[in-house]
């Protein structure tokens, strides 16, 4: 019996320091690509995140807002000038809330 001789390698088969070079380079662009998305969904988890605490923000001004409204309307100026001061405080750029607790502490001739 005779032994036949192997076959020439195929043009597409690649000698081992090859596959691997091939392999770490795919391996390589997978992670990088993998490393943008996580990047990415950061960067809009932040915005998302400011987004929801402005909203909260918001809502607890206009309640403290309307709170002070309700204790004016009672007659109790001072708990509705303090309601008016704690809006005031956490945002300055309102006018309305320093206008209303003026109004709430003219009630109480201070």
Same mark, same amino acid.
């Given at each position: 019996?005779? =032994?036949? !001789?192997?076959?020439?390698?195929?043009?597409?088969?690649?000698?081992?320091?090859?596959?691997?070079? %091939?392999? !770490? +380079?795919?391996?390589?662009?997978?992670? #990088?690509?993998? !490393?943008?998305?996580? !990047?990415?969904?950061? +960067?809009?988890? %932040?915005?998302?995140? /400011? &987004?929801?605490r402005? #909203?909260?923000?918001?809502?607890?001004?206009?309640?403290?807002?309307m @709170? /002070?409204? *309700? =204790? $004016?309307?009672? /007659?109790? $100026?001072? /708990? *509705? *000038?303090?309601? $008016?001061? &704690?809006? &005031?405080?956490?945002? $300055?750029? @309102?006018?309305?809330?320093?206008?209303?607790m *003026? %109004? %709430? =502490? =003219?009630?109480? +001739?201070?």
């Amino acid at each position: 019996m005779t =032994l036949r !001789e192997p076959p020439p390698p195929s043009p597409l088969i690649m000698s081992s320091p090859d596959v691997a070079k %091939a392999i !770490e +380079e795919h391996v390589s662009k997978r992670v #990088a690509a993998w !490393e943008a998305r996580v !990047e990415k969904a950061e +960067e809009e988890k %932040a915005v998302v995140s /400011g &987004h929801i605490r402005c #909203a909260i923000l918001s809502t607890f001004l206009h309640n403290l807002n309307m @709170q /002070g409204n *309700a =204790l $004016f309307k009672d /007659g109790d $100026f001072d /708990g *509705a *000038a303090k309601h $008016f001061l &704690h809006a &005031h405080t956490l945002n $300055f750029t @309102q006018p309305s809330y320093l206008s209303n607790m *003026a %109004a %709430a =502490l =003219l009630k109480l +001739e201070r």
